[in-house]
Structure formats: C-alpha cells, structure tokens
C-alpha cells in the first residue's frame, strides 16, 4: 500500500492493518500529511459540520499526592505553589462562564484527598441545582469505585481521566512503581460501567515513546471506544526529572489527531492547550486537522500561573472573557464557528451509532 492508500483506507473503513497504520506513522510527507487532514477534516465535518463546543475548565486545586515524572504538579515538586479554590470561588468561576456561553464545566485538579468525597459531591450537586442545563465534567484521576459512583450521583456526567500510555513498560517509564496502567485501565471501565461518557488521552512524544507506544494506544482507543480523546504534545517543565527531555512535536501531534478522527469517527477530539503552546497557531492547526473541542480556562487569573503541568503554558495571564473571544476568533479564522451548547458526543443517548 501507499500512503495515500493507506489515508483512503482509514478514512472509508475507519480501521487500517497494524503493519500498514505502522508504516503511515513511521514515515509520510508533508503532502500525505495534508490529504490525512483533509481526509479528517471531511470525516469531522460528516459527524459534526463546522461547530466548535467549548468546555470551560476550572483547575481548582494543585495539590496532587502523585508524583508523575513528567507533571509540574508532582508532589515532588516543592516549588510548586499550591492553592485550593472554595467551593464559592467554584461557583463563581461556573457563573462567570455560564455568562460567556459556556454549558460545560470540567473541574480539575491533581489528586487531593482534601477533597472528599463529602466535599465533592456538594460541589457537584449544587452546580448542578444552579446551572441545571449544564453538562458537569469531572477530572480528578484515579478515585475509588466508590467515589465515582457518589460523584455520578451527585450529578457529575463525563470524566476525563487519560491513560497516558497504553503500553504497560511505557507506563512504568513515565511513573513511579505505585502507579499502575492496569489501575487507570480499571478506572476507565468503572467509569465506563457507571454510565459516565469518558474522556482518555495520552502525550504525544512523551520520553520513552515509540512507534509501537502509539500502536497500543490506538489499538486501546478502537477498543475502548470512549466519548473524548484528548491528545497534547509533552512539554518539560524545568522542575521534574523530565526536564531535559526533548518536547513532543506539532507536526506529530497534529497527524495523530487526524488518524484518531479517522479511526473514531464520532469522537470528540480537543486542540489543547498544550497543542497551543508548542505552537501559535497550534489550536487552530489542530481544528484543521480533525479536532472540534477546545478548552479555554475559567481559574481565577490569580492562580493560574500555579496550576503548570509543563513549561510556558499559555494563557495564564488572560481573564476567562478574553480567552472566550480569543478562542472565538481563532476558531472562526479557519472557517468554524463555536456553538454554545453541552455538546455531547455524536450518538450519546441514542444507539450509539455514528
Ligand atoms: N506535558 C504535556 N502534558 C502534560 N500533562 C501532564 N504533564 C504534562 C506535560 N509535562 C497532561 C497529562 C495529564 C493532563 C491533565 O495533562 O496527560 O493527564
Ligand atoms: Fe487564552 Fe487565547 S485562548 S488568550
């Protein structure tokens, strides 16, 4: 097969033969690169015409108990300033983005116990009693069955948790022996079970990374089919022991966005942040490349520059109305437009069927 074969096989079938998916991801030119966006773009636009749906994310604590090499929130990090929103400054953040037109909230943060599952739940249950039309998201990373059960119940319908790595020698280069893929893969069927829709994702050129890295997660993703796949490029952050690793790549990022539109056609597939700072245009790119989500941030000004999984991250200065119209403009400079609605995944509450 060609690569342009292999572009049209992915994008009628949404599916390709392992040794060929190989083949296209180890070596293709910036022309083949160019006809898988187009490819995707189409695929995108079949499934979801030119909307773009926004999620207003709320990091509203830093603390996190894990110590992952390559996150700036690491506990290992002593530098690292850590802060807690409360529960009000919450609220405030979801009525100040309900004001902008948001309808999903996804609430964020490292892994802090401080958060109960008491705590959580109220903070689920009264967004959902004052913004009752919104979508709430939540991603918190590894809870007990428990606690995710609570958490739904209290109103809470999407979770985003990403595996990072489908590969089980990968994840143990990326962690510490305490975290286990076979405790996020449990995670994520959990979830699964208890009727969230489910976001998971990985880092793009993470250290360690390999073809066959990417092949697994691919494999996992057309098997696991979850509602949303968010995908960045790994940036450093000057305080983990990743700190000399080389980042991961645009171009890469962008080209395992659209085969991910490909493979899953219905999927929702955010241009990320991290997309946005390897490169200035890297949202608007990744829109271009088969993406149809994007993330801007609703955290109170003050504590954005303490919530740094990596190096330069943007929009850290920026008040929430400003990325609004930023993203507004970005979104329509290629050619789409941002639709203000929950924005569920094609097919979410009816067969399934894309
Ligand atoms: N570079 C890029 N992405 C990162 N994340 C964490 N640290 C980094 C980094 N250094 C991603 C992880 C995590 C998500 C919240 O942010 O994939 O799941
Ligand atoms: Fe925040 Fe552009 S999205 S300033």
Redesign the pocket.
């Known amino acids: 097969m060609t690569n342009r074969e292999r572009i049209d096989c992915l994008a009628e079938n949404a599916a390709l033969p392992h040794a060929e998916l190989r083949r296209l991801l180890l070596e293709h030119s910036p022309a083949e690169a160019e006809l898988l966006f187009a490819r995707a773009r189409t695929t995108r636009e079949r499934v979801y015409g030119k909307a773009v749906w926004l999620r207003g994310l709320i990091e509203f604590s830093s603390y996190c108990k894990n110590d992952?090499y390559?996150?700036?929130?690491r506990r290992s990090n002593a530098k690292a300033e850590r802060y807690r929103l409360t529960a009000e400054e919450i609220y405030a953040c979801c009525a100040n983005g309900w004001a902008l037109g948001f309808r999903t909230f996804v609430l964020?943060s490292g892994e802090d116990p401080w958060f109960t599952d008491a705590r959580l739940c109220e903070i689920v249950a009264e967004i959902r009693r004052r913004w009752p039309d919104c979508a709430i998201t939540l991603?918190l990373g590894e809870r007990s069955r428990e606690s995710y059960a609570a958490l739904r119940t209290a109103g809470a319908e999407r979770y985003?948790?990403?595996h990072?790595t489908a590969n089980a020698a990968h994840y143990a280069r990326l962690h510490p022996a305490e975290l286990r893929l076979a405790s996020r893969m449990d995670c994520l069927l959990e979830l699964r079970t208890l009727g969230y829709q489910v976001g998971c994702?990985?880092?793009v050129g993470?250290p360690g990374q390999d073809v066959d890295c990417l092949l697994d997660d691919l494999e996992f993703l057309c098997a696991f089919r979850p509602q949303m796949v968010?995908i960045?490029?790994?940036?450093?952050?000057g305080e983990?022991p990743?700190a000399q690793e080389a980042p991961?790549t645009l171009e890469q990022t962008l080209f395992l966005l659209g085969v991910i539109r490909l493979l899953l056609p219905g999927v929702l597939l955010p241009a990320t942040t991290?997309l946005g700072t390897v490169h200035p245009l890297g949202r608007e790119k990744g829109l271009l490349a088969g993406a149809n989500i994007v993330m801007p941030n609703l955290s109170p000004v003050g504590v954005r520059k303490k919530y740094l999984?990596?190096d330069n991250k943007i929009c850290t200065g920026e008040e929430a109305a400003e990325c609004r119209l930023c993203l507004q403009r970005r979104v329509e400079s290629v050619g789409y437009f941002i639709e203000s609605a929950r924005g569920d995944a094609a097919g979410w509450g009816t067969d399934g069927v894309f």
């Open positions: 992952c390559y996150c700036g929130l964020q991603s985003l948790l990403r990072e994702g990985f880092m993470s968010g960045g490029p790994f940036l450093p952050h983990t990743f991961g991290a999984l990596y």
